[in-house]
Each structure stands twice: as C-alpha cells, then as structure tokens.
C-alpha cells in the first residue's frame, strides 16, 4: 500500500505542478467499455476502426479525463480533494500502447477553497492529446493517506 500526501488549499501556489503516468493497454479499454458502457466500435473493433480516419483503434476519450481524475485526487491537491467542475478539448487521438502523462498546473486560487487547475494530457512523443482546466475544492487540511490496493477485476 502507498502512502499518498494532499497539500491543502492554505499550501497551494499558483504555478504549482504535478504529473501522473499510465500507459494504454487492451485490458484498460475493455474495462472502460465496461464500466461505462460506450462500446463504439472504433473502441473495440480493428476492422471496423481500419475504415475510420483513424485507421486503428483508439482509447475513449473519457479514458484520458478519467486519468486527469486520479492525477487530480492523488496527486494535486489530492486525497480529500472534491471535483467541481471539468471542461476537455481532445487534440489528437489515444491509441493503445500510448503512455499518457498528465500535468497538473495551478492557475488561480479563488475564494472558499476553490482552486482552477490547467488540466493537459501528453502522449510519449510530448503531443498534447487533451486541454483542460479543472476547478476543485481543495482540502482544507493537510493529511496523509494509505491508499487502498487496486482492484483486481477480471474479464469476462
């Protein structure tokens, strides 16, 4: 288990950054499939996404601002973190075996604990796939956590 540490509203400074990685596999767009139910084909067909402008299968694009998500609640601010609000622009497309780093940046801290984040998302050749800004009510209280293990999910 890992030991994970949020930096509460008072700690935040604007210029703050943090980054998350995750590498795209198969079984992360099957689970994605699953867990929200968008089965597109372009998802999860080959011969179907060969047809497409893409050529090959891509990730959900929901996919990218589920890992924004996690960079958000453990990473910056972190744990105990709360998601108000979210908006994405999708530049290029995620494609199965691509590592995505997020980067966390913090724009602006507002009145009542809010904090905007700029929310952007890279693939390993530093092409930017997804712009964002997030804005989060950050913990008022500095804590650190031990994070629960992972699921272990099967498929099938």
Not at 8 to 20: H, I, K
Not at 59 to 72: D, K, P, Q, R, T
Not at 108 to 116: A, D, S
Request: net charge negative; glycine share 8%.
């Amino acid at each position: 288990m890992t030991q994970v540490s949020n930096i509460p509203y008072d700690a935040l400074e604007v210029g703050q950054q943090a980054s998350f990685e995750k590498t795209v596999s198969e079984r992360d767009i099957q689970l994605f499939a699953a867990v929200s139910g968008d089965n597109n084909p372009v998802h999860l067909d080959a011969a179907f996404a060969a047809e497409t402008l893409f050529k090959e299968r891509i990730a959900h694009g929901m996919f990218s601002g589920a890992l924004i998500s996690a960079a958000i609640a453990c990473r910056l601010p972190g744990p105990g973190t709360i998601y108000l609000g979210q908006s994405l622009k999708f530049t290029r497309p995620v494609k199965l075996g691509d590592t995505l780093t997020v980067k966390l940046e913090v724009l602006e801290k507002l009145p009542k604990g809010r904090v905007k984040l700029a929310t952007r998302v890279f693939n390993q050749n530093e092409e930017q796939v997804v712009d964002g800004e997030a804005e989060v009510l950050a913990p008022r209280a500095a804590q650190t956590l031990t994070m629960p293990a992972m699921p272990q999910v099967t498929i099938g």
